[in-house]
């Protein structure tokens, strides 16, 4: 059970402190797929489809690739200084990205992208962990979680921005935003309260002895394979929904991206804040709330997927892309939580990237899939099915789960 023992106001001014964080990390993952056209007709070489989904995963790979190395450095020395350090790389990159004049320089900032933000999740989900080790665990994760869905939603307004000003603009001035508030966060943000652990001074060993730690376990094996199944539909709805929407409904650039982010984000954003409370309230019946409370949100993602798949008319597909959102909501702020119940605190952020690494490996590479898919014509319903059985899979496999004492 989790511990009674309530947080100070310090430990929820640390959650505040870190939501424009998250904001801003998937404002610009977001906009890249939101003004894809105004991309493609101003950078020379990109002419497919596949070329595009490239340039979006090139970021998914190298993210993927470098969390665990993140989280490790996270663990191993201060999660405060990698969560500073890496909006100061994320600001810069994003700003050079509006000014980039090819395909190849588009490239390599979306792959340095990749390094700064592979720094800032697995530390800062576990810094909230150290802030809010008991009661108030869930709640705090969903309210910094709710950042993320804020961006993703803002993402959706870079298509406007394009078409009234120019999308290099969406880039340079949050990127310029996000070194002031770096600035800030240097002198507000404060480390928390380490937890009891087993190796000296709250700190682990080697990264071999971590991920050999981490991965005898099999409890923590099977909620990677949970990370990942669900994340594939969240990587097809972040990266092609706007696409989708467009070809399917006959809307234009603005209001495809717009619809595309703003429905689930919204419905996530409330459901992310219910399942934190709700799934707090659980843990005080039985061990295994947190897991109950996002299972049942995996659930609601099957007909979520089928639905918006086949969908008969824009008004129907709005329907559905809410309940993704609920459902999202649900499934995304008890990973870190179930996590916790798993591996001790000093290999907490190594254990989250490692689960980034696998889930975003795997996303990177069914968003490459898709743009092929797209060009040679097959229809991104079918994307949305199998999407659908994988969270049907995923919410079976959580459910067997045991917590650790």
């Not at 939101?34 to 596949?50: F, K, V, Y």
């Not at 898919?373 to 099915?385: Q, T």
């Amino acid at each position: 059970m989790s511990s009674p023992t309530l947080p100070s106001r310090n430990a929820w001014f640390a959650v505040l402190l870190l939501w424009p964080v998250a904001m801003l990390n998937y404002l610009d993952r977001q906009m890249v797929s939101t003004i894809r056209e105004s991309i493609r007709m101003d950078i020379p070489g990109i002419t497919s489809d596949q070329q595009f989904g490239t340039l979006m995963a090139v970021f998914m790979w190298v993210y993927a690739l470098l969390s665990p190395f993140g989280g490790f450095v996270a663990d191993k020395f201060n999660r405060r200084g990698m969560v500073i350090g890496s909006l100061f790389v994320w600001s810069a990159v994003t700003y050079f990205t509006g000014h980039m004049q090819t395909y190849n320089g588009m490239l390599i900032c979306r792959a340095l992208m990749g390094v700064s933000e592979a720094c800032y999740m697995p530390a800062a989900l576990a810094l909230i962990t150290e802030w809010h080790p008991g009661s108030t665990q869930a709640r705090a994760i969903g309210i910094h979680q709710t950042g993320i869905y804020a961006g993703l939603a803002l993402g959706g307004i870079g298509g406007y921005i394009a078409q009234t000003s120019s999308w290099r603009n969406c880039f340079t001035w949050f990127g310029a935003a996000g070194v002031g508030y770096a600035v800030l966060l240097f002198f507000t943000l404060k480390d928390g309260t380490p937890q009891s652990s087993d190796t000296p001074n709250g700190r682990p060993g080697s990264i071999t002895e971590t991920l050999r730690t981490l991965l005898k376990q099999q409890p923590f094996w099977m909620l990677v394979v949970y990370f990942t199944l669900p994340a594939i539909s969240g990587w097809v709805t972040k990266n092609w929904l706007a696409t989708f929407l467009a070809d399917t409904f006959h809307l234009e650039q603005g209001p495809a991206g717009l619809s595309a982010t703003g429905y689930i984000q919204l419905a996530s954003f409330a459901g992310v804040l219910l399942a934190g409370a709700v799934a707090d309230r659980w843990m005080k019946v039985t061990s295994k709330g947190r897991i109950f409370s996002s299972a049942a949100g995996t659930f609601l993602l099957v007909p979520a997927l089928l639905g918006l798949g086949f969908a008969p008319s824009l008004g129907v597909a709005i329907g559905f892309m809410i309940l993704f959102g609920v459902g999202w909501g649900f499934f995304d702020c008890n990973n870190m939580p179930i996590l916790c119940q798993i591996v001790r605190p000093e290999h907490r952020a190594t254990g989250y990237g490692f689960m980034n690494m696998v889930s975003i490996s795997v996303g990177a590479v069914a968003t490459v899939i898709l743009g092929s898919m797209r060009d040679h014509g097959i229809e991104l319903s079918a994307a949305f099915a199998g999407s659908a059985l994988l969270a049907f899979l995923a919410a079976a496999l959580v459910l067997r789960i045991r917590p650790q004492q």
